[in-house]
């Protein structure tokens, strides 16, 4: 199993680079807001609590998260891999997940972290705010919000899978193109280093 985390912050190109990935290497795809966006259109209780967060660029709070991940891991139990999006976001939610892994004999294989500065981020939601009819993307307040919460809770996690020497950053500004190859290229030597090991 090959399980890796595409990390950065809100608007760094997580979501999009994820939909190339899995076409090209068929990962299983966990995109934490992806769940949490269709628990909130389904109108549950659990997307009925997150929204009251999200609407506000907070974070949900961790154990809604980590339930969420560890039903999802255990629907497929198949998977040749897993790609994290946006999970994990806070260090308790990175070292649950370490856990869930272990109970599979399993582990992350590699974060790779985009890097964009923080006014291209915000150029970037803002324009997507026009038309996704996000409520987390449609004001400038919100989006300064959750670059905040990623500054406050989200980056140690880098620095939590830095201890191992899983952290590789990747550039996330330039065409799409461009940066789907520099991922592609720290991926597929990794998988190189992962068959010989
Ligand atoms: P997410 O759904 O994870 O979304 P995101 O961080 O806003 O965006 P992403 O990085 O995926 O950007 P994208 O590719 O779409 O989170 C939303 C909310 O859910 C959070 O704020 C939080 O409340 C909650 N949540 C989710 N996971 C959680 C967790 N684990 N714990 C607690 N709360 C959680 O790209 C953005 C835009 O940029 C797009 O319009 C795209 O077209 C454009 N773009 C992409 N690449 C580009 C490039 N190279 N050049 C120019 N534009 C580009």
Redesign the pocket.
């Known amino acids: 199993m090959f399980n890796l985390i595409l990390f950065?912050?809100?608007?760094?190109?997580?979501?999009?680079?994820?939909e190339n990935l899995i076409a090209k290497y068929h990962f299983k795809h966990l995109?934490?807001?992806?769940l949490?966006?269709s628990e909130i259109s389904r109108k549950t209780p659990l997307g009925k609590e997150?929204k009251k967060?999200?609407d506000k660029?907070?974070?949900?709070?961790?154990e809604v998260?980590i339930g969420m991940i560890s039903f999802a891991l255990d629907e497929h139990p198949h998977a040749k891999g897993f790609l994290f999006?946006?999970?994990?976001?806070?260090s308790q939610?990175a070292e649950a997940l370490d856990k869930l892994l272990e109970l599979k004999d399993t582990a992350i294989e590699v974060m790779l972290a985009?890097t964009v500065t923080e006014e291209e981020l915000v150029t970037?939601?803002v324009?997507?705010g026009e038309t996704?009819g996000r409520t987390?993307?449609n004001n400038e307040h919100v989006i300064r919000t959750?670059i905040l919460?990623y500054h406050k809770k989200t980056s140690p996690v880098a620095e939590y899978y830095a201890r191992d020497g899983k952290v590789v950053n990747i550039k996330?500004?330039?065409?799409?193109e461009e940066?789907f190859q520099a991922l592609c290229d720290e991926i597929e030597s990794r998988m190189r280093k992962s068959e010989k090991s």
């Open positions: 950065g912050p809100p608007g760094s190109g997580k979501g999009t680079q994820s995109s934490t807001g992806d949490l966006r997150a967060f999200m660029g907070q974070l949900v709070p961790d998260v999006d946006g999970f994990p976001r806070t939610q985009l970037r939601l324009k997507r996704s987390d993307d959750r919460e996330g500004e330039g065409t799409i940066i």
